[in-house]
């Protein structure tokens, strides 16, 4: 009975975070807001970033994906614990998934226009994106996002801590 109590108390403590770790969230939570902004810039200024082919779907493809990571990085920071964040990291994984998936398929975005948003002394940190190079990401995330997505839910239902 000990051995069993021994290793709840250390799996309940590998699934905690430090402080360290919280604060951390705190950064991701806010570079998620920064790049919501910065696509919402687009879509409300209308600046041709987004072409004819955006619409209700690729909006929600583009973005329900962070949305469901700020939640994800919120359980982590207010509870300390990473278990009940599983689930969300998981459908952000799957949400990241189809997006990067129906986005090579259907490519609603002009990167010619991704810098507009941005004061005219910093656009050449993003004037080099071409569209054939945003589509370098969409790959990757087409491999990791099933990947993410069933380790988060692998360790969800395990118990496994990190």
């Known amino acids: 009975m000990t051995t069993l109590n ?3 108390t250390v799996e309940r403590r590998t699934d905690e975070i430090g402080l360290g770790q919280r604060v951390g969230e705190l950064f991701v939570v ?6 919501i902004g910065f696509y919402n810039q687009h879509l409300t ?3 041709g970033f987004f072409t ?3 619409g209700t779907l ?8 962070p949305s469901f990571s700020l939640v994800d990085a919120i359980i982590q920071i207010v509870t300390g614990h990473r278990r009940m964040a599983r689930p969300f990291e998981a459908l952000s994984g799957v949400l990241m998934t189809l997006g990067a998936l129906w986005f090579l398929i259907q490519f609603p975005f002009e990167f010619a226009h991704l810098p507009d948003v941005l004061p005219e002394g910093l656009r050449f940190l993003l004037a ?3 569209n054939d190079i945003a589509r370098i990401p969409l790959i990757i995330q087409l491999i990791a996002g099933p990947i993410t997505a069933l380790v988060a839910m692998w360790k969800f239902f395990t118990g496994s801590p990190r």
């Open 58 to 65: 690729e909006a929600f493809l583009l973005f329900g994906p």
């Open 30 to 35: 806010a570079g998620t807001l920064l790049l």
């Open 52 to 54: 004819e082919k955006f």
């Open 45 to 47: 200024q209308n600046t």
């Open 128 to 130: 080099w994106i071409t």
């Open 6 to 8: 021994s290793m709840n």
